[in-house]
């Protein structure tokens, strides 16, 4: 049974940091191409973040490039999104989520958007306020 689970989001005061984690089970991150998203309240989801991990490949929203960086340890079958200079608009619910197509793990094509994955977790809040 594939499961994504997120941990890892709280409040922090501006310009600090946070590191989300999302823990794969029920397949391996080779297989998978992970993506981070958000989603604030009264607004759509954005897509942050992506890696494919068995292409060593990342890709980044424009709005984060520069300050959250993503990586996986395949070992632990968990991927982190490590987030630096906190902005209060990066508050959100952050979703961790798996893709299976072969052009988003290969070539990185289309990572932001939603209906290209195929499972979602629950979601962690993050707060940015001082």
């Known amino acids: 049974q594939v499961q994504l689970v997120e941990s890892g989001g709280g409040l922090v005061q501006p310009g600090n940091s946070l590191r989300l984690s999302c823990a794969a089970s029920?397949?391996?991150?080779?297989?998978?191409?992970i993506g981070w998203f958000r989603q604030a309240p009264g607004k759509e989801r954005e897509g942050v973040s992506c890696i494919s991990s068995l292409y060593g490949s990342t890709y980044y929203a424009d709005s984060v490039k520069g300050r959250f960086t993503i990586s996986s340890d395949n070992a632990k079958n968990t991927v982190y999104l490590q987030m630096n200079s906190l902005k209060p608009e990066d508050t959100a619910v952050y979703y961790c989520?798996?893709?299976?197509?072969?052009?988003?793990?290969?070539?990185?094509?289309?990572?932001?958007?939603?209906?290209?994955?195929?499972?979602w977790g629950q979601g962690t809040q993050v707060t940015v306020s001082s």
């Open positions: 989520a798996a893709s299976s197509k072969r052009l988003v793990r290969r070539f990185g094509a289309r990572w932001s958007r939603g209906n290209e994955y195929d499972y």
């Open positions: 029920g397949f391996t991150l080779d297989d998978y191409a």
